[in-house]
């Protein structure tokens, strides 16, 4: 039968019954119970829209897959439940569109596995994604990202651009830096950064007094872990160290250096108590009027290994 225009006033049933069947009633699509709804079509076989743009030898020959009890159509049909194809070219239209350009859309998905094959995939607007999220193969972003909240990674990440984290992030493995890092303070728990040693260290920062110009500082390089403390000592003859040197540093290795002020004072160390306290004099017999340096190796870690034999580092 041809028609040239056809109006259904209610539903439109295309079903796989022979001529002269019985429709299938309104409950059978849409539920027990279910009134029919006007204006609604329902096809067992497969509802297919648009030219059929497939490839020769393909199977697709429906958006909606049908239900098992037509088996011609289950047999013949696409293999997935809803396929949406633009081959051929579509000159230009999007092949989909979901919800209005103004209005608020949403989708819930309930299932299992998602794949998404794809040469590029945009997302305009705000994601939010719960549970896990796994990537197989090179992760690729160009642009800003910005993150709230812990991320672990396992496997490579490729990321052009700037990324913007709130939160912690967690690394388990190794964390390679081919350039710099600008950071204002690393917390590390646990022994010392072995495997990041340089050859030098310094502080790099603008300079306080001069506009457009950087000061740069390194670090004085020594055969041991050590620590100082100074001050000055004006008619005074006593240098109290910090209490905590008590559990810090090895008292035998304490060492002083004296410089005297305003005058010539022949100072010299005469005791060291306990670690705690220095007693200067003055053989002059004069008053001390002095600054002081004291160094000492700490105690509470393992000794330095000046030199081992080798051509990669080592841990500590």
Aim: charged share 15%; with cysteine; aromatic share 6%.
């Amino acid at each position: 039968m041809e028609v040239t225009d056809l109006h259904v006033g209610k539903q439109l049933q295309v079903v796989s019954n022979l001529p002269g069947g019985i429709p299938g009633p309104p409950n059978v699509a849409h539920g027990a119970g279910a009134a029919a709804i006007p204006g609604a079509v329902w096809a067992d076989g497969g509802l297919h829209v648009g030219a059929p743009l497939f490839a020769p030898g393909e199977t697709e020959v429906g958006f909606c897959r049908p239900p098992a009890t037509n088996t011609l159509a289950f047999a013949n049909s696409l293999k997935s439940i809803f396929a949406i194809s633009g081959r051929g070219g579509s000159n230009g239209v999007t092949d989909v569109i979901i919800g209005d350009p103004i209005g608020p859309v949403g989708i819930s998905v309930n299932a299992t596995i998602i794949n998404i094959i794809s040469p590029l995939t945009n997302g305009v607007g705000a994601l939010n994604w719960t549970g896990t999220k796994s990537f197989t193969g090179v992760k690729q972003q160009t642009g800003l990202e910005v993150r709230s909240g812990a991320v672990a990674d396992v496997g490579k990440e490729s990321t052009i651009g700037n990324v913007v984290e709130s939160g912690a992030r967690v690394i388990n493995g190794s964390l390679n830096v081919t350039k710099s890092i600008t950071t204002g303070s690393i917390t590390a728990n646990f022994g010392a950064f072995t495997k990041v040693a340089a050859p030098f260290k310094q502080f790099d920062i603008p300079h306080p007094t001069k506009p457009n110009h950087r000061l740069v500082h390194t670090c004085l390089e020594g055969p041991e872990i050590g620590v100082y403390y100074r001050g000055r000592l004006i008619n005074n003859n006593v240098i109290e160290l910090p209490e905590y040197w008590r559990g810090l540093v090895d008292p035998e290795t304490i060492t002083v250096n004296l410089t005297p002020h305003e005058s010539y004072q022949e100072l010299f160390v005469k005791t060291i108590e306990w670690g705690t306290k220095i007693f200067v004099v003055n053989n002059s017999s004069g008053p001390i009027n002095c600054s002081y340096t004291v160094y000492a190796k700490r105690c509470d870690v393992e000794d330095l290994v000046v030199e081992y034999e080798g051509t990669e580092m080592r841990e500590r």
